[in-house]
């Protein structure tokens, strides 16, 4: 299988011994592990978290960072930066790269990066075979208002439990 690139969104206050950075090193274990490569903001919580499993694991990693944060460069777990000037030309970036979109817990950042993702797909702009994966419940309730309101707009998400039924998913896809 040539490398797919699964973009992953979640929180960047997470720390190690969180249930969202445990979860986020694990789902870059098996992600590479399944032969993908992953791709996130390349900065810390999460974005550590899932590049650490996945270089730990043998895998591929990029962070795409972004000048306008003023921050240092990208974490260690990462094999190539991609430097933006932007927070939109971030997101485009990930998005770009993206095969499938793994989304974590996380607050408005990683709200942004879901709705943008999804909104795209539920346009025709994103390729229909592009899936977008919540991981774990967090976002559920999220989904629910909106099935309420739109049902067909949830047809692209996809629910796992965890980093295993996210590769099953992948997997499936190919």
Request: proline share 3%; aromatic share 6%; glycine share 14%.
């Amino acid at each position: 299988m040539s490398k797919k690139t699964v973009s992953i969104f979640g929180t960047g206050r997470a720390r190690p011994g969180d249930e969202a950075f445990e979860l986020a090193e694990e789902l870059g274990k098996v992600l590479a592990e399944a032969g993908f490569r992953i791709a996130n903001g390349g900065y810390s919580g999460t974005m550590l978290a899932a590049a650490k499993g996945a270089a730990e694991a043998g895998g591929e990693t990029i962070g795409v960072t972004c000048l306008a944060f003023g921050r240092g460069g990208a974490n260690e777990y990462i094999s190539r930066e991609i430097v933006t000037s932007t927070l939109d030309e971030r997101l485009e970036t990930l998005i770009e790269l993206g095969w499938a979109y793994a989304v974590l817990p996380g607050s408005t950042g990683t709200l942004l990066e879901l709705a943008k993702v999804w909104e795209l797909k539920n346009k025709g702009f994103l390729n229909s075979d592009k899936p977008i994966i919540l991981v774990g419940g967090f976002w559920k309730p999220l989904v629910e208002l909106v099935a309420a309101d739109e049902p067909g707009a949830i047809a692209c998400i996809r629910q796992a439990d965890g980093p295993q039924q996210v590769k099953n998913i992948l997997t499936n896809c190919i």
